[in-house]
C-alpha cells in the first residue's frame, strides 16, 4: 500500500523509464469498504499510476470507487460476507 502522493510520485518517475507489464493493485479501499488512502494520494494514483497500468486489479469497493458508484451484483451472485 503507497498512501502518500509524494511517494506516488516518485514510483510514477520510475515505472515511466521501465520497460513494462505493470500490474496495480490500487490498495485503496479494505475489504469491509474502509477507506486507506487520503484525496491527495487518491488522485495521484488516478493521473500518475494509472496510466503506466498494463492491467488494474480493484477489488470491488476500489472499483466503485474508482466509477463513483455502487455495485449492485446480479441475483444468486457471490458476494464476501457483509455485502
Same mark, same amino acid.
Given at each position: ?7 506516488i510520485?516518485?514510483?510514477a518517475?520510475?515505472?515511466?523509464? #521501465? !520497460? ?15 477507506? @486507506? @488512502? ?8 488516478? #493521473? ?16 466503485? @470507487? @474508482? ?5 449492485? !451484483? ?10
Amino acid at each position: 500500500m503507497v498512501s502518500s502522493a509524494e511517494i506516488i510520485g516518485v514510483i510514477a518517475e520510475s515505472l515511466g523509464s #521501465t !520497460p513494462r507489464n505493470i500490474v496495480v493493485d490500487p490498495v485503496m479501499v479494505s475489504t469491509s469498504g474502509s477507506p @486507506l @488512502l487520503k484525496p491527495a494520494a487518491l488522485d495521484a494514483l488516478k #493521473t500518475r499510476i494509472f496510466p503506466l497500468a498494463d492491467i488494474l486489479t480493484p477489488n470491488i469497493h476500489e472499483a466503485e @470507487l @474508482l466509477a463513483a458508484s455502487r455495485w449492485t !451484483p446480479p441475483r444468486g451472485w457471490w458476494t464476501p460476507r457483509g455485502r
